[in-house]
Structure formats: C-alpha cells, structure tokens
C-alpha cells in the first residue's frame, strides 16, 4: 500500500474487554513496531517485530499486552482485560529492514477505556 | 526513568524568528531521529544523524548530533507558520538495537 494503516481509527470499549487493533505496514517492509501515545508525549515503544518474530518486546506494559505478526505483514495487538490507563493512541510504524531505516507511522488507533 | 530528555516543553514565537529544540540523554546514542508531528497528526521522520559531530541541513532545518553522541539540537531559521507542530528527537541507546526512546517533544507555535 502506500503508507501504514490502522483500524479501527478509534475505538472505544468498556473496562475488563478485549480489544484488537490491526496494523498493515508498507508492503515489502520487514521491520515493524507498536508505541503508544499518550496525551502530551513522545511515543513509547512497545514491541519491534522483524519478519514473523517480535526481536523485542521489552515495552509491553504488562501481560495482558501481545501482539503476533503470524505472515510478517499484517500485525494485531491484543490487549485483555482493558483499563482505563490503557486509554492511548495507539501507533504502528514500518521500516524496509532494521531499525536504522526511516520508520514510516500510520495514523493511529485512539483507544479509550471508559 | 526516562532516557531522552527534550525541552522547551513548549514555544511560542512570532513568524520569522528562530527556533530550537534540545535533545538530551545520559546515556551514548548510537544515533538520533528526529520527527515532526502535527496537530491531530502523526510522527513524520524528518532525520537521522549517526556520527559523532554531525550537522544536516534541510533548508531552513538544522540538526547537530553532539561529539559526545549524548545530545542534539534542531534549530529552524525564520520559522514559518507550516513549522507548527510538535517535535519529537528519538534516540537508540547503543545496548539495545531495536529500540527507540523518544523524548517528551517541544510543541512549537507560530504567530502570524
């Protein structure tokens, strides 16, 4: 495609549901990560996937965070038992190959937790 | 705590004047990327610096990457009212390959 995408581009849920938010890179990209934005503040890394494997997710909150890329294209991050402190922008980026490639962002899933 | 410090937090100036944002960290960056991020947007890269010392220009943009590899700056020149935004420095400490931390970001406003 010719950018990153995300749906939904909002989503809102009650406390304690399960949500999944959908991320499709630029084709051909490789590497793929997941922040989150909160209000006021720069991105924090949660998960950086090369191809089908997550090389990191030492920025996953807790374990009710997992994300997969089952085909090393489309990723979905899972999040259980939702909080309202998980109210966030939800932002996925994709770069050609490795972290020292330009990362292109998609336009988020604002996430609110009621 | 928080790797990558930025500051001002915020800036206000008048349509031509200069401006700078600050990018700091206690630790070495392997290297720095800098994107601009507007309003109800999301992040644009704008660069990457990687070797001690190093200074970019695009147009009216210039970033330095400190000797020390431990901070940064961007500075445009006459600022314009399409500089408004907020923008973001996101640096890679050299331990971990993958990661980026970005910093707070400097929300820049310009009046007319």
């Known amino acids: 495609g010719a950018g990153v995408s995300q749906t939904p581009s909002n989503k809102v849920t009650e406390k304690g549901k399960y949500v999944e938010l959908r991320c499709d890179p630029i084709?051909?990209?490789?590497?793929l990560y997941w922040y989150r934005q909160s209000l006021g503040q720069g991105p924090e890394f949660l998960i950086y996937f090369q191809g089908t494997g997550a090389a990191d997710d030492s920025g996953l909150p807790n374990d009710r965070f997992f994300a997969v890329r089952p085909e090393g294209s489309v990723s979905t991050l899972k999040i259980q038992r939702t909080e309202r402190g998980d109210s966030a922008v939800y932002l996925c980026?994709?770069?050609?190959?490795?972290?020292?490639?330009?990362?292109?962002f998609g336009p988020g899933t604002r996430l609110t937790v009621l | 705590g928080q790797q990558v410090m930025q500051i001002p937090q915020y800036q206000h100036v008048q349509e031509g004047e200069d401006f700078t944002t600050y990018c700091n960290s206690s630790?070495?960056?392997?290297?720095i990327q800098w994107y601009k991020q507007r309003p109800g947007g999301h992040p644009v890269f704008l660069i990457q610096l990687v070797k001690s010392g190093e200074v970019k220009k695009q147009k009216r943009l210039t970033f330095q990457f400190g000797e020390a590899k431990k901070n940064s700056s961007l500075h445009i020149t006459a600022t314009q009212t399409t500089d408004v935004g907020t923008y973001f420095c996101a640096g890679r400490l050299g331990y971990n390959f993958n990661k980026f931390y970005f910093g707070s970001g400097t929300k820049l406003n310009v009046k007319p």
């Open positions: 630790t070495t960056l392997s290297n």
């Open positions: 084709s051909g990209h490789t590497a």
């Open positions: 980026a994709s770069s050609f190959r490795t972290s020292t490639d330009t990362q292109y």
